[in-house]
């Protein structure tokens, strides 16, 4: 076995995957081909050998601080690096002085490259500290942030700047990563590795090359054992799960309780509900925790049914918290019997339940330009808000827009559900969202 393999899953010694599999040059960088594809901006300052400075705004795990290190390199600058954690002005400083000491010494008199990872975290006097030394040349700067640079940068540095946004990696990118590592890394290309699904591998990656590798390391360090190392969504998601502890105050009847009174109010029997409520007082239940149950079940219940519902619950939860028992049993009781005696609908519950599936299957997906915000010059410049429609500025007060993001567009979440006040409001999103909410 190779000595790196004999580190592999239990030392320190060897480096994690995402480092083993940083790339040294663009010919392997995956990504970003808006940038550094053939003829865009970034491979043309490389080509050309004009560096100026900017900052690389983009989430996490998608190759900020591997193309900086790629441009110095590739560039023959030499390369100073700072984390906006743990650096201060004192840092700053001391980097450019450096860097005056060693001009004309580096790259046939090139200014070297001043990475600061995170610099969002700077304040505006580390900020200051970096403005003459960027504006006369002194040293090339390049920032990473995952924050927008236009709230978290001072002006005067954002003036002397360019922007580069950088996008989360693509399904056909991160099978470029998975295929890569399983075969070029010098540890995993020596396992048995069969991969049979990566649907759940590439969907908790959310788009970060980083993440990725670092799962897939997990599960192949979860079956070390195994002659076959397989990635699937079942193994993939056995290595992600947690263990949720259930704290049990006074032992397994609690729950048995507390779960036949929510389905007897759920269920519309007041009487019932009634009677688990003065087992779970005679029983010395923290009566916050009722009145927290019946809050949840105004909302999840009864709903847009009867809107009125979580104004009562919520108020029982104030009223209780300031008088405490034996006073408390009695809005306790008022509440029990209003909400299980009311209409109900589950659509709210459900519309967040169904849209909650939908975020977390890609988390990447862009909300549209025209319903960014633009507050900011760069915001503006970059498209964002441009299109919008101002609904009051249209009859009915309704502008026919597309909200959501162009890869769900038609995506139905709220089903009305029959009763008196859901009529009403499936009758207006009959009339303004015909296509989704069609007469039958």
């Known amino acids: 076995m190779a000595q790196n393999e004999t580190n592999f899953g239990g030392t320190s010694m060897l480096p994690p995957l995402p480092e083993r599999m940083r790339p040294a040059s663009l010919s392997e960088y995956v990504g970003q081909e808006h940038l550094v594809g053939e003829k865009c901006i970034l491979g043309n300052m490389i080509s050309s050998g004009c560096l100026s400075s900017f900052i690389l705004w983009g989430p996490p795990g998608v190759g900020k601080t591997t193309l900086a290190n790629i441009v110095a390199k590739t560039m023959d600058r030499e390369f100073y690096t700072l984390s906006a954690v743990n650096a201060g002005v004192k840092d700053v400083r001391d980097v450019i002085d450096r860097a005056k000491a060693g001009n004309g010494l580096f790259s046939k008199g090139a200014a070297p490259v001043l990475f600061i990872d995170e610099i969002h975290r700077f304040n505006k006097a580390q900020q200051d500290a970096l403005l003459g030394a960027v504006e006369n040349g002194t040293i090339v700067l390049i920032g990473a ?29 991160l099978k470029t990563l998975l295929d890569r590592a399983i075969n070029n890394d010098s540890v995993l290309k020596n396992r048995n590795i069969k991969v049979e699904e990566t649907d759940a591998l590439f969907r908790h990656s ?65 009487n019932a509900a009634v009677y688990y409520l003065a087992r779970m007082l005679d029983g010395g239940e923290d009566i916050r925790f009722i009145a927290r149950r019946l809050c949840i079940l105004a909302s999840e219940d009864i709903g847009l049914a009867n809107p009125n519902a979580m104004l009562l619950a919520n108020a029982c939860f104030e009223i209780v918290s300031n008088i405490g028992m034996p006073e408390a049993r009695i809005p306790l009781s008022e509440t029990t019997i209003y909400l299980a005696s009311s209409p109900k609908s589950n659509s709210a519950y459900m519309a967040i339940n169904n849209a909650l599936a939908k975020a977390a299957e890609d988390r990447t997906v862009p909300v549209p330009l025209y319903l960014r915000n633009a507050p900011t010059k760069l915001m503006e410049e970059l498209g964002y808000s441009d299109g919008y429609k101002y609904a009051h500025d249209y009859p009915g007060h309704f502008a026919d827009l597309e909200f959501m993001p162009e890869k769900l567009a038609g995506t139905v979440f709220y089903e009305p559900q029959p009763n008196k006040h859901e009529d009403g409001l499936k009758s207006y999103l009959q009339q303004c969202w015909p296509k989704y909410y069609p007469k039958k």
């Open 145 to 173: 942030t995952t924050e927008n640079p236009s709230f978290e940068v001072i002006t005067p540095l954002l003036s002397r700047c360019q922007v580069f946004v950088l996008k989360s990696l693509e399904v056909h990118h």
């Open 206 to 270: 959310g788009g970060d090359a980083r993440k990725l590798l670092n799962i897939l390391e997990m599960v192949v360090d979860s079956q070390l054992g195994n002659k076959e190392i397989v990635i699937s969504n079942s193994s993939v998601t056995s290595c992600l799960q947690e263990g949720v502890a259930i704290y049990d105050k006074n032992g397994e009847m609690h729950y048995d309780i507390i779960s036949a009174f929510i389905k007897s109010v759920r269920g519309s029997d007041p």
